[in-house]
């Protein structure tokens, strides 16, 4: 199969960067950053030395006297906060549990900056753990320019957490979190949250980068090779000759436009394939060959362009022209314009984590909501996507929302008291399962019940909508709902104060059913703390079907009737403060089969049996 490197478009590219500068929309900016990496591994000892160049654009109206760089690698340490709340929490990832309290000197993770400058001139800096604190020389003014320059070294601690050495499934490196990475600064200030468990935030821009290696080790990960010729590895044009290497290393050279991260991973015995799509995009995988993986890895070449045809249709375009499968990691992790997965999979297993990690690189990769305020916005929307697209490439027949499982997952922890609000900072949920809960499985139902309550089609436009609006600009929970508002004519702001930043749940009842005369009066309850609208189907004993419809006064307005759904007869608003509605149909209650509040299960209704009578 014939392979060409993948240019990036510079045209198109400098467009995004010089519109996510300040986004005359919202009033809002972005900051800027240009990466140059040099980095030199050596795979004997696990440590690495590098020298780094960050040109930093100030997009915002503020002067800036200090700036943050994000260690990643050093919360691999005995004693580090990611260890001690590993090891207090009352339901610690068992990924984690107290491996790292157990890590001896030349397991451990470090990363340490040297020689810092700014323009020139040396800066103060203090290492704070994962977080590296910078006092500037001068101040950055609104709208101007900096340029840091740096030398760090780095040791690849024993796989834990996304990141280290020596997998379970014998990966030697999957590289992530591995360089001095500057800290978000946005409306809201600097974004220098040490790195205690999950989720990150970053700032787009360009990256250089330049990884000298073992010769016998194939790279795979972020961005587009530049010098494939002189690496070879399955990366060179078709018929053209690789010359020898010169010593024991090579040096990978590689550019990636308009990314917030650069991860890589490295193993001498990796396989490398690749798929060239008909609109231009490459596929690469990469993974150990052997029982566990070849078989089912060789299919998966069949799924990936699949699902990113699927989602490009579904969710907007995917803006790049390669896309890396990498086996590594500990189960599923996204970066840009690639992913880390474990690889001994059954075929189901190894397509639903490519997917959901793929889905990521819509809502994480371009649209990039700061994912430890909003984590839900990027998993939740992610567990969505993913799910829509499992049905589609893989589907099992099976028919039903294809959606359950998040909304069963939503159920568990909405009776379990252990629900915090969607609001809460990824890093300060009280408890894992908690924060999981929330982020994947209630933030899924969140986007799946919103076609309930606006439609489901046109809360697919309006998911067009958002991303070709907000990609490359950080969305936060306003401007999608924004979005679903411009695009349904309704008012939403209660269902993102309901559902988002509270824990009041929803559970509507019939209360009562009685016949007067040649009509029937239909009493509606409450009972849960949450208000929504009511989709309600009436079936007769002749089997036709009807609809009443009840939105919210406070939604000002109405949904269209939606496909599927029996024609309306009566619509009626049906005001928050009354905890009970009750309606008139002209019809004897002898002629009526059965009452259904939700039919299609898309509400999030904690008690569904009190939904339906029969007669």
């Known amino acids: 199969m014939r392979y060409k490197v993948m240019k990036p478009i510079k045209g198109l590219f400098l467009c995004l960067l010089l519109a996510f500068g300040a986004n005359a929309q919202t009033g809002r900016f972005q900051q800027a950053v240009d990466y140059q990496m040099d980095v030199q591994m050596d795979v004997n000892t696990n440590q690495y030395t590098g020298t780094q160049t960050l040109k930093y654009t100030n997009n915002s109206p503020d002067t800036l006297t200090r700036v943050f760089y994000h260690l990643y690698y050093n919360a691999f340490q005995p004693g580090s906060m990611m260890d001690v709340r590993s090891r207090t929490i009352s339901d610690p990832d068992r990924r984690v549990g107290d491996r790292i ?109 330049k990884i000298t290696i073992d010769k016998d080790y ?48 490295a193993d001498p015995k990796y396989q490398h394939d690749k798929i060239q799509m008909d609109n231009g995009i490459t596929v690469h995988h990469f993974f150990i060959p052997g029982e566990k993986t070849s078989e089912n890895w060789e299919k998966l070449k ?51 984590v490519m997917v959901h990690e793929l889905a990521h690189s819509w809502f994480h990769g371009v649209l990039a909501s700061n994912e430890s305020l909003y984590p839900w916005m990027d998993e939740g929307f992610t567990s969505y996507a993913s799910s829509l697209t499992m049905a589609s490439i893989m589907p099992r027949g099976n028919g039903g929302n294809v959606h359950a499982g998040s909304y069963r997952g939503y159920s568990s922890l909405a009776k379990s008291g252990l629900e915090e609000p969607m609001s809460t900072h990824s890093d300060h949920y009280h408890t894992n399962r908690a924060y999981s809960s929330a982020a994947y499985a209630k933030g899924a139902v969140f986007m799946e019940q919103m076609g309930y309550v606006i439609g489901a089609e046109v809360r697919d436009r309006a998911l067009l909508r958002y991303f070709n609006t907000w990609k490359f600009k950080h969305p936060n929970v306003n401007d999608l709902i924004r979005i679903m508002e411009k695009e349904s004519g309704l008012e939403l702001d209660w269902y993102k104060e309901y559902f988002v930043y509270g824990t009041k749940t929803i559970d509507y ?9 040649d009509s029937t009066t239909i009493t509606f309850e409450r009972l849960g703390l949450m208000p929504m609208p009511l989709d309600v189907v009436i079936t007769y004993q002749d089997g036709s079907q009807e609809q009443l419809y009840m939105p919210l006064v406070i939604m000002r307005g109405e949904k269209a009737n939606e496909a599927g759904l029996p024609a309306r007869i009566l619509t009626e608003d049906w005001p928050w403060t009354n905890l009970t509605k009750t309606v008139s149909i002209p019809r004897k209650k002898s002629t009526i089969k059965s009452i259904e509040i939700d039919p299609s299960g898309r509400m999030a209704d904690l008690e569904r049996e009190n939904n339906k009578v029969e007669f």
């Not at 400058?117 to 203090?126: A, D, P, Q, R, S």
């Open 218 to 265: 194939t790279i795979g990960g972020t961005g587009y090779l530049q010098n494939p010729n002189e690496i070879g590895h399955g990366y060179e044009d078709e018929g053209v000759k690789v010359p020898n290497p010169k010593g024991n290393t090579l040096t990978w050279h590689f550019k990636a436009p308009m990314v917030h991260d650069f991860m890589w991973g």
């Open 509 to 517: 009842g019939i209360k009562d059913v009685v016949e007067n005369g």
């Open 302 to 352: 069949e799924y990936t362009p699949k699902a990113i045809s699927y989602m490009s249709e579904h969710f907007g375009q995917y803006p790049y022209k390669q896309f890396s499968v990498v086996q590594g990691g500990d189960g599923g992790m996204e970066y840009a314009m690639s992913t880390l997965i474990t690889g001994e999979r059954n075929l189901n297993s190894l397509v639903g």
């Open 101 to 209: 309290s157990k890590l001896t000197p030349e397991e451990i993770g470090y990363l340490h900056v040297r020689n810092l400058k700014m323009n020139g001139k040396e800066v103060k800096f203090n290492e704070v753990e994962t977080i590296l604190e910078v006092e500037l020389s001068e101040p950055i003014l609104p709208n101007s320019e900096a340029t840091f320059t740096l030398e760090f070294d780095g040791q690849v601690p024993i796989q834990i957490r996304r990141s280290g050495r020596d997998s379970e499934e014998g990966v030697r490196y999957s590289m992530s979190q591995w360089y001095p990475k500057m800290a978000n600064y946005d409306e809201q200030g600097w974004h220098a949250n040490p790195y205690i468990g999950r989720e990150f935030y970053g700032i787009w821009g360009d990256f250089d980068v």
